[in-house]
């Protein structure tokens, strides 16, 4: 049974930073892609940012490059997503995603599995 817990959301002020986290258990964590996904509400689920399983290849929406980096540590077996210079629109849901695979992805059919999911609210 995978099981992806997250961790890490909260309330901040538009500018400021948290770092999600997403720890999984169940398979062989190194030998799947990891990403993050988010959901607003009244918005469809999209992707954000995903690494591959070696961690050597990412990728990330155009909304969060340069704000936004994904990182994991196979030895944890944890997915991570600093979010600095957040702003208003980054409010959403955020879900821990693991693939099919172990390359990157950017659509949730490539998901096999998902987390419960943490709120990231960002006021001005």
């Known amino acids: 049974q995978v099981q992806l817990v997250e961790s890490g959301g909260g309330s901040v002020q538009a500018g400021g930073s948290l770092r999600l986290s997403c720890s999984a258990s169940g398979r062989t964590f190194s030998r799947f892609g990891m990403g993050w996904f988010r959901q607003a509400p009244g918005k469809v689920r999209e992707n954000v940012a995903s690494?591959?399983?070696?961690?050597?290849?990412?990728y990330y929406e155009d909304s969060v490059k340069g704000r936004f980096t994904i990182s994991r540590d196979n030895a944890k077996n944890t997915v991570y997503l600093q979010m600095n210079s957040l702003k208003r629109e980054d409010t959403a849901v955020y879900y821990c995603a693991s693939a099919r695979y172990s390359g990157v992805f950017t659509q949730s059919f490539h998901v096999d599995y998902w987390g419960q999911g943490t709120q990231v609210s960002v006021s001005s």
């Open positions: 690494i591959s399983g070696d961690g050597g290849r990412s």
